[in-house]
């Protein structure tokens, strides 16, 4: 390979602060050189290449066509080595700086919340900003080095780890049970009052699989709220039958509070825990402590009968 010699990075600098910013002007504000250095160091550059790489007028500065393609490689190439520089100093440093996160509003005040003091006292350089919101947000607009999401993860550009994983199940309030009956099958729920959360995906129907076997149903709902700790406390205080995934439903479970029903009767698809991080090689080392802390806390399987 040609060795490159100081000249052509000098050129490669001024061009590519003139093509990013449109003029010599900014580009040598940018730089710190004069606009006739700059001037000059790009036009060195095209003769060294043998191609005119900028069209230079009274009043603007537009690429030429080679230039265009010269400019995108070198953006390219400039990534890459910002990337390297970033990864060879991240891996000298303990993981360090505000971490920015996003969590559902359940699941995070349920299970997220609780795990935060233990991590920040194993990363004492560590700060974290835990954001709660139900929508999809856009990481890198929104400024967040890291989202979990719980569910089907829809198909991305993003980078993801699944950290935990979870089923939804049927379940009542012993009272309940004992005042209704059990129901023995799908087609059961029918006769029965049943508690509905709007934030489901199939609302407002139940679609329900138990290994190859599929069975939709539109239950017949008394109550109905888009806040799943609501539809939990209802179906706890015995006001019907609830659809819940086992990391909402599963500390009732384990104290008695709620009764599973059909058993084996799940959710097409289920679900996991995962974490998302934006579009990159580069996954700095707060982030990855974080992920790691997770994985290791909710496991991939998911012990969800107790909170943390």
């Not at 001024?14 to 910013?21: G, K």
């Amino acid at each position: 390979m040609q060795e490159l010699a100081r000249a052509d990075f000098d050129g490669i600098e001024a061009f590519v602060a003139v093509a990013e910013l449109g003029g010599f002007a900014a580009a040598a504000k940018k730089i710190e050189r004069d606009a006739s250095v700059v001037s000059r160091r790009v036009s060195q550059l095209e003769a060294r290449l043998g191609v005119r790489l900028l069209v230079r007028t009274t009043r603007r500065v537009a690429l030429t066509e080679a230039g265009e393609a010269y400019l995108k490689r070198l953006q390219a190439v400039l990534e890459e080595l910002s990337a390297a520089n970033l990864e060879v100093r991240d891996m000298a440093a303990a993981p360090q700086g505000l971490l920015r996160v996003s969590a559902p509003s359940t699941f995070g005040r349920l299970w997220l919340a609780p795990l935060i003091a233990g991590f920040l006292e194993q990363h004492a350089l560590i700060r974290v900003d835990l954001r709660f919101s139900d929508r999809m947000v856009d990481l890198l607009a929104e400024g967040f080095d890291l989202a979990v999401r719980v569910g089907v993860l829809p198909s991305s550009s993003l980078q993801s780890r699944k950290i935990g994983g979870h089923r939804m199940l049927l379940a009542a309030a012993p009272a309940y049970l004992k005042r209704r009956g059990t129901p023995k099958t799908p087609d059961d729920l029918a006769h029965h009052d049943c508690i509905g959360f709007t934030g489901n995906a199939s609302w407002p129907d139940w679609r329900l699989q138990f290994g190859a076997r599929r069975k939709t149903v539109r239950p017949p709902c008394r109550y109905v709220t888009d806040n799943s700790e609501a539809a939990l406390a209802a179906g706890i205080g015995g006001a019907g039958v609830i659809l819940a995934p086992d990391w909402l439903a599963g500390p009732a479970l384990h104290d008695g509070s709620l009764r599973e029903i059909l058993r084996g009767w799940t959710v097409k698809g289920d679900g996991g825990i995962y974490t998302v991080l934006p579009t990159g090689r580069l996954i700095p080392k707060k982030s990855r402590a974080f992920i790691d802390y997770l994985a290791a806390k909710l496991k991939v399987t998911g012990d969800w009968k107790r909170t943390p």
